[in-house]
């Protein structure tokens, strides 16, 4: 009798471990995907898994800071303002600055600390402060991802840290990679920082490529053990612009190898295909001379003390005037000779001449400056200085 209730207790034990094994959570497994576009067409040079949806990561933290940057333009924050540091945002796990309850961190400094260390503490702290919870915050990442274009995305928390509901796509990262990119030109440059120095710690950029692959100029990475290694890059070489996705990389290192071999391939077939098209086309030099001289043309519609007035102006003007303006070119050029303080002129250029008297009629009827200007330099040149 003891035998048999021996063997039952062993049998029952055997059932009772295979049960918990097969109902315990399956870890889920990191699905790869890689988007590749010319940031200037639109133009789709390479594409896998480009509508599955993933696990972002700490990809998640650029749209953080697209909500941080949209509320500097409303002037519902300023760069030198605080956050206040709540416990929540300070039991956050790494990776994170290491902020303790009541601490106070300035709104620029929590955009270099998201842009180097990838602070999830800080991320949270932004949520909290800009959106009263991180799940109200999180409801309005969500509700601007739809707005720009976004379809496959939601967003549950300001970090990217684990969650189930968290999902985006390659080609949903890319359209809000270009609209940080063409939407806060004035702020994209805080993604190319390659140090960040807080408390006498110094911390790294996460963004490898940005020592590795010329013309590297952002954006994030992001990792958790569900979703692999994630990246976004944008590059740009002779004044030709890419942004690159890659989903669920083994290692951070074999993730960006990958991602350049795509660039230099998406590159090349750049190249290739502008080849093609001047080859069919069978322009001759005069020719093309006389395309690119209509686009010789810009307008300025302001000058300012600082920049962030003067795109905008710039970016306001083009709303006004879509049709006429929304292939110009939005820049802020500084006027130092003759005056103590350099003023920022709000120019759109890379238009043509009917463009730019056409769009500055328009502005007038709407109360918005506007002087039409002929550019002295050629359009290529324009393109790589951007």
């Known amino acids: 009798m003891g035998t048999i209730k021996g063997n039952f207790r062993k049998l029952l034990a055997v059932w009772l471990f295979a049960a918990v094994f097969l109902l315990a959570p399956v870890p889920v497994q990191a699905k790869y995907a890689s988007y590749v576009i010319d940031a200037e ?5 390479h594409q896998i898994n480009a509508e ?13 800071l697209y909500m941080v940057f949209e509320a500097l333009e409303d002037g519902r924050i300023r760069l030198e303002q605080n956050l206040k540091i709540s416990a929540r945002a300070a039991r956050q796990p790494s990776s994170k600055l290491g902020l303790s309850k009541d601490d106070r961190i300035t709104y620029e400094e929590a ?11 800080v ?23 739809r707005a720009i274009g976004m379809a496959r995305t939601t967003f549950r928390n300001a970090s990217g840290l684990p969650h189930r509901g968290q999902l985006s796509t390659a080609k949903d990262m890319a359209t809000l990679a270009l609209r940080l990119f063409k939407d806060f030109p004035q702020y994209y440059y805080y993604f190319s920082t390659k140090t960040f120095s807080h408390k006498g710690l110094v911390h790294k950029n996460h963004n490898g490529l940005l020592k590795t692959y010329k013309g590297t100029d952002g954006i994030k990475t992001g990792y958790i053990r569900a979703s692999g290694f994630n990246l976004v890059a944008s590059v740009e070489r002779n004044g030709q612009r890419l942004i690159g996705v ?42 093309r001379d006389k395309v690119l001289a209509k686009l010789q043309w810009g307008i ?11 795109y905008k102006i710039a970016r306001l003007a083009i709303e006004k005037a879509p049709d006429l303006l929304f292939d110009g070119h939005i820049r802020v050029v500084p006027l130092n000779k003759g005056v103590r303080k350099p003023i920022y002129r709000a120019r759109i250029l890379g238009i043509s001449k009917r463009q730019a008297y056409r769009a500055c009629k328009v502005l007038k009827r709407r109360n918005i400056n506007c002087m039409e200007l ?13």
């Open 41 to 45: 067409t639109g133009t789709v040079l």
């Open 52 to 64: 599955t949806r993933n696990y972002p990561a700490s990809l998640t933290k650029m749209m953080t």
């Open 111 to 121: 955009i270099l600390a998201i842009v180097t260390k990838s602070a999830n503490d």
């Open 123 to 145: 991320a949270t702290a932004i949520g909290e402060n800009l959106g009263g919870t991180e799940r109200k915050f999180a409801l309005s990442m969500t509700s601007k991802a």
């Open 246 to 287: 890659v989903f669920g990389g083994r290692t951070s290192r074999a993730r960006d190898k990958h991602m350049a071999k795509l660039l230099n391939k998406s590159y090349d077939k750049l190249d290739t295909t502008h080849a093609d098209i001047a080859a069919k086309a069978k322009v001759s030099k005069k020719e």
């Open 300 to 310: 300025q519609v302001g000058a300012y003390k600082t920049t962030e007035p003067a």
């Open 374 to 386: 002929r550019m002295k330099q050629p359009l290529q040149q324009l393109a790589s200085t951007g």
